[in-house]
């Protein structure tokens, strides 16, 4: 059973920074490409960003230069390193999955087409 | 970036009857591959999202055959043939064509009359 565990979320000043983890079980964790998605309270789903099986990194622009993802096959764990937080950012911050067969080509890389495997979540708060 | 746009934004719909929900893009969804890359998601208050349908029509493993998805190019439609009560939540549908960013749509709450 595929399980994904976010944890290191909390309060944080705006200009501070906090390292996300999700901790992956139940797969090929090197075979898949992993994600980020995050929701505003009371908000929609944001894509933030994505990391192949073997480092490619995609994300999204408001993240760029503040938040870099990363992964560690040898132990199963991606992680979202968050410098310079805003208030902005405060959310919870899901871990998420595709599926091997479901894939799209984009710059050279398979990337999931959908996301069916997602964690509980961690919520951050950037406030003063 | 391409744009989803969900309608409505809010379904009140009475139990054991049919919903819609609609979602257009800025631009075509299909991928040169031949596929096109439009998913539906579920989610209930307090949960993650749940997948419902991809590649337009598809229905996931374990998903009900009352949910049903349509449409090409810009315009697609999530069905659902009977709406049941753990049907209510918020429902968005999302782009993986044309990468990066993935993009939502902004959402669309079902609720029980």
């Known amino acids: 059973e595929v399980q994904l565990l976010e944890s290191g979320g909390g309060f944080v000043q705006p200009g501070g920074s906090l390292r996300l983890s999700c901790a992956a079980s139940?797969?090929?964790?090197?075979?898949?490409?992993m994600n980020w998605v995050r929701q505003a309270p009371g908000k929609g789903l944001e894509w933030v960003a994505s990391i192949s099986g073997n480092g490619v990194i995609q994300d999204t622009d408001s993240v760029k230069g503040r938040f870099t993802i990363s992964r560690d096959n040898s132990k199963n764990m991606l992680y979202l390193q968050m410098n310079s937080l805003r208030a902005e950012d405060t959310a919870i911050y899901y871990c998420?999955?595709?599926?091997?067969?479901?894939?799209?080509?984009?710059?050279?890389?398979?990337?999931?087409?959908?996301?069916?495997?997602w964690g509980q979540g961690s919520l951050v708060t950037v406030s003063s | 970036d391409v744009v989803l746009t969900q309608t409505p934004l809010s379904s009140p719909v009475t139990l054991g009857q049919p919903a819609s929900i609609s979602c257009r893009s800025s631009q075509s969804l299909a991928h040169i591959d031949g596929h096109t890359y439009l998913s539906w998601l579920h989610q209930r208050p307090g949960q993650p999202p749940r997948l419902l349908i991809y590649?337009?029509?598809k229905r996931f493993s374990g998903v009900p055959n009352r949910f049903s998805g349509s449409g090409a190019g810009t315009e697609f439609t999530l069905q659902i043939s009977r709406v049941e009560a753990e049907d209510v939540g918020v429902y968005y549908c999302m782009q993986a064509t044309h990468l990066p960013p993935y993009t939502f749509g902004q959402g669309t709450k079902l609720e029980i009359k």
């Open positions: 590649k337009v029509s």
């Open positions: 998420a999955k595709g599926d091997f067969d479901n894939q799209v080509w984009e710059s050279g890389i398979y990337w999931p087409s959908f996301f069916h495997d």
């Open positions: 139940g797969f090929n964790f090197n075979t898949y490409a």
